[in-house]
C-alpha cells in the first residue's frame, strides 16, 4: 500500500502532460489568431517552469520534513492548480487573459506535479527496498513509469470520449471538462497518502534538522557533492537529453499528426494520438524485464539507441514516411517505445538507488529538475526548429541526443542492479565521519517505530 499511494500520484503528470497535447489542437480551432506559437508555448512551458521548482523545493522538503508531509503537499498543489485550470477565465471576456490565468494555474500545477517526481519515487523506492528487494527495479518502474507513460493514453481517451458527447461544436466544454477530470486522479490517493507510514530506511537515515545535543543538524552539501558529483553529471545530464526529446513530441505531437493528416480533423488526430501512445507503452514492460539481466545502465543505453536508429529513419526519410500516415505512426511510436525501456524506464531508478537516503530526495530532485530544464528548452526550440530548419530536424536532433545519451550514460551513470539501498546508507555515513561531519542520524516522524523495537532503541545514530 505505501508503494502504490507514494507513486500513484505520478499519473496525474502523465495525465496533465498529455491533456495539453489535445488542449493544444483545440485552442489552434477556437482561437486561430490569438493562439499564436508565442501563446502556445508560454502556456506549455507554464507547467514545466512549476515542476523544476517543484522537484528542487521539494526534493529538500522530503528530505528535512519527511515523505509523507511532501506528497500530501504536492497533492494539494495539483488539485488547487487543476481546479484553477478548469474555471480559466479573463476579464471582460478576454482570451489572452485566459491563456494568461491558464498559464498561472499550470504553473501551480506543475509545482506539485514537479514534487511528486522526488517525493512519491524515494518513498516507492525505499519500501520496494524493504518489501522486495531482488524485484525492486521492475515493481519500481510498474508504479512509477508505467503510471506516468499511462496518463498519456488515459487523456487522449478522456478527451475522445468527452469530444464524442459534447461534439466538436462544443470545443470549450470539452477542454474544461478534460481538465476538471485532472482534479480527480490527485484525490484518488489522498486518502492513501495520509494513511501510509514513512519508510524505515527513511527513520533510521534522515539528517535531523533541529538542533540537538549539541549536534548541528545541518546537510553538509560539499561532501554530498562531492561524494556523487559522478553519477549527478550522469543523472542530470541524461534526464536533460531524454525530455529534451521526449516532451516537445509528447507536447506538440498532436499538432505534427494534425499537420500529417492533410484535413486536420479533431477527433482522427486524437485516434492516431491514442494509437501512439498505445505503441509507446509497451516500451515500459520490457524496460522493467530487462532492469535486472541486463542491468540498468545498459537498459538505458539500448533505449537511448533507440532514438538514434528511428530518429535518423524518420528524420532521413520524412517526406515519404509522412505520405503513409500508418507508417509514420508505427515508426513516431516505437520512437518514443524505445524512449520509455531506456531512459523512461531507468532514470528514475537509477536516480533512486545512486544516491544515500538522506541526500536522496534532494539529489532526485536536482536531477529530475535538469530533465525538466531540458524539456523546458526542447519545448522553446522546438517551433523555431520546425520552421527555419524543417520538421524532420526534430527527429534528426532526437538522434544526435541519443548518441548522446548513450555516452553519459555510458561513463557517468552507476549500475546499483540488486545492491541494498542499506549499503549506501552506511557508506555514506562512514564517509561523514571520516571527513569530520557532526550530526545526528534518524527520525522518529509520526512516532512510527518497527514492531520489534522499544522506548531505548528509537532509530537514531550520531555522526
Given at each position: 500500500m505505501t508503494i502504490a499511494a507514494a507513486a500513484f500520484g505520478l499519473i496525474s503528470d502523465g495525465y496533465q502532460n498529455n491533456i495539453m497535447t489535445m488542449t493544444n489542437v483545440v485552442f489552434k480551432k477556437l482561437y486561430p489568431a490569438e493562439y499564436t506559437s508565442d501563446v502556445s508555448t508560454r502556456v506549455s512551458n507554464s507547467l514545466l517552469v512549476g515542476a523544476v521548482l517543484g522537484q528542487v523545493v521539494v526534493g529538500l522538503l522530503c528530505d528535512r520534513i519527511g515523505r509523507k508531509a511532501a506528497l500530501?503537499?504536492?497533492?494539494?498543489?495539483?488539485?488547487?492548480?487543476?481546479?484553477?485550470?478548469?474555471?480559466?477565465?479573463?476579464?471582460?471576456?478576454?482570451?489572452?487573459?485566459?491563456?494568461?490565468?491558464?498559464?498561472?494555474?499550470?504553473?501551480?500545477?506543475?509545482?506539485?506535479?514537479?514534487?511528486?517526481?522526488?517525493?512519491?519515487?524515494?518513498?516507492?523506492?525505499?519500501?520496494?527496498?524493504?518489501?522486495?528487494?531482488?524485484?525492486?527495479?521492475?515493481?519500481?518502474?510498474?508504479?512509477?513509469?508505467?503510471v506516468l507513460s499511462f496518463g498519456g493514453p488515459l487523456a487522449v481517451s478522456v478527451f475522445l470520449i468527452v469530444l464524442s458527447a459534447a461534439g466538436e461544436n462544443h470545443l470549450p466544454t470539452v477542454w474544461r471538462v478534460c481538465f476538471g477530470i485532472g482534479v480527480l486522479l490527485p484525490l484518488t490517493v489522498f486518502y492513501f497518502r495520509m494513511r501510509m507510514l514513512t519508510t524505515t530506511l527513511f527513520r533510521k537515515g534522515a539528517i535531523k534538522s533541529k538542533l540537538s545535543r549539541g549536534c548541528a543538524g545541518h546537510v553538509p552539501y560539499g561532501l554530498v557533492f562531492k561524494r556523487y558529483w559522478r553519477p549527478l553529471i550522469g543523472t542530470c545530464g541524461a534526464w536533460f537529453l531524454y525530455d529534451f526529446v521526449t516532451f516537445p513530441n509528447g507536447v506538440f505531437s498532436g499538432t505534427i499528426i494534425s499537420s500529417v493528416i492533410k484535413n486536420g480533423d479533431i477527433k482522427q488526430t486524437a485516434e492516431w494520438q491514442l494509437l501512439l501512445g498505445a505503441i509507446a507503452l509497451p516500451g515500459v514492460f520490457v524496460g522493467a524485464l530487462l532492469c535486472n539481466p541486463l542491468g540498468r545502465r545498459n537498459t538505458m543505453i539500448l533505449g537511448f539507441s533507440g532514438y538514434l536508429v528511428f530518429g535518423l529513419i524518420i528524420g532521413c526519410a520524412y517526406e515519404?514516411?509522412?505520405?503513409?500516415?500508418?507508417?509514420?505512426?508505427?515508426?513516431?511510436?516505437?520512437?518514443?517505445?524505445?524512449?520509455?525501456?531506456?531512459?523512461?524506464?531507468?532514470?528514475?531508478?537509477?536516480?533512486?538507488?545512486?544516491?544515500a537516503t538522506p541526500v536522496r530526495g534532494t539529489c532526485y530532485g536536482l536531477s529530475a529538475?535538469?530533465?525538466?530544464?531540458?524539456?523546458?528548452?526542447?519545448?522553446?526550440?522546438?517551433?523555431?526548429?520546425?520552421?527555419?530548419?524543417?520538421?524532420?530536424?526534430?527527429?534528426?536532433?532526437?538522434?544526435?541526443?541519443?548518441?548522446?545519451?548513450?555516452?553519459?550514460?555510458?561513463?557517468?551513470?552507476?549500475?546499483?542492479?540488486?545492491?541494498?539501498?542499506?549499503?549506501?546508507?552506511?557508506?555514506?555515513?562512514?564517509?561523514?565521519?571520516?571527513?569530520?561531519?557532526?550530526?545526528?542520524?534518524?527520525?522518529?516522524?509520526?512516532?512510527?517505530?518497527?514492531?520489534?523495537?522499544?522506548?531505548n532503541s528509537i532509530a537514531e545514530k550520531k555522526v
Amino acid at each position: 500500500m505505501t508503494i502504490a499511494a507514494a507513486a500513484f500520484g505520478l499519473i496525474s503528470d502523465g495525465y496533465q502532460n498529455n491533456i495539453m497535447t489535445m488542449t493544444n489542437v483545440v485552442f489552434k480551432k477556437l482561437y486561430p489568431a490569438e493562439y499564436t506559437s508565442d501563446v502556445s508555448t508560454r502556456v506549455s512551458n507554464s507547467l514545466l517552469v512549476g515542476a523544476v521548482l517543484g522537484q528542487v523545493v521539494v526534493g529538500l522538503l522530503c528530505d528535512r520534513i519527511g515523505r509523507k508531509a511532501a506528497l500530501v503537499t504536492t497533492t494539494l498543489l495539483i488539485v488547487i492548480g487543476a481546479i484553477l485550470g478548469t474555471a480559466a477565465h479573463g476579464a471582460h471576456g478576454s482570451v489572452q487573459g485566459m491563456f494568461w490565468f491558464l498559464t498561472v494555474a499550470r504553473g501551480i500545477t506543475g509545482v506539485g506535479v514537479g514534487g511528486e517526481y522526488p517525493a512519491s519515487s524515494t518513498s516507492a523506492s525505499e519500501a520496494a527496498n524493504e518489501k522486495v528487494l531482488k524485484q525492486r527495479g521492475p515493481v519500481f518502474i510498474m508504479v512509477t513509469n508505467f503510471v506516468l507513460s499511462f496518463g498519456g493514453p488515459l487523456a487522449v481517451s478522456v478527451f475522445l470520449i468527452v469530444l464524442s458527447a459534447a461534439g466538436e461544436n462544443h470545443l470549450p466544454t470539452v477542454w474544461r471538462v478534460c481538465f476538471g477530470i485532472g482534479v480527480l486522479l490527485p484525490l484518488t490517493v489522498f486518502y492513501f497518502r495520509m494513511r501510509m507510514l514513512t519508510t524505515t530506511l527513511f527513520r533510521k537515515g534522515a539528517i535531523k534538522s533541529k538542533l540537538s545535543r549539541g549536534c548541528a543538524g545541518h546537510v553538509p552539501y560539499g561532501l554530498v557533492f562531492k561524494r556523487y558529483w559522478r553519477p549527478l553529471i550522469g543523472t542530470c545530464g541524461a534526464w536533460f537529453l531524454y525530455d529534451f526529446v521526449t516532451f516537445p513530441n509528447g507536447v506538440f505531437s498532436g499538432t505534427i499528426i494534425s499537420s500529417v493528416i492533410k484535413n486536420g480533423d479533431i477527433k482522427q488526430t486524437a485516434e492516431w494520438q491514442l494509437l501512439l501512445g498505445a505503441i509507446a507503452l509497451p516500451g515500459v514492460f520490457v524496460g522493467a524485464l530487462l532492469c535486472n539481466p541486463l542491468g540498468r545502465r545498459n537498459t538505458m543505453i539500448l533505449g537511448f539507441s533507440g532514438y538514434l536508429v528511428f530518429g535518423l529513419i524518420i528524420g532521413c526519410a520524412y517526406e515519404k514516411i509522412t505520405g503513409i500516415i500508418p507508417l509514420f505512426v508505427i515508426f513516431y511510436g516505437l520512437m518514443q517505445s524505445f524512449g520509455n525501456l531506456g531512459p523512461g524506464d531507468m532514470l528514475g531508478l537509477v536516480s533512486a538507488e545512486s544516491f544515500a537516503t538522506p541526500v536522496r530526495g534532494t539529489c532526485y530532485g536536482l536531477s529530475a529538475a535538469i530533465g525538466k530544464t531540458g524539456a523546458a528548452v526542447g519545448t522553446q526550440a522546438f517551433t523555431p526548429i520546425q520552421n527555419n530548419l524543417g520538421k524532420k530536424w526534430t527527429f534528426i536532433i532526437a538522434a544526435i541526443c541519443g548518441v548522446t545519451g548513450i555516452l553519459v550514460t555510458y561513463f557517468f551513470v552507476p549500475d546499483k542492479t540488486g545492491v541494498d539501498l542499506a549499503v549506501e546508507d552506511e557508506e555514506f555515513l562512514k564517509y561523514l565521519a571520516e571527513n569530520g561531519w557532526e550530526g545526528e542520524i534518524g527520525d522518529d516522524e509520526d512516532g512510527l517505530m518497527d514492531d520489534d523495537s522499544s522506548s531505548n532503541s528509537i532509530a537514531e545514530k550520531k555522526v
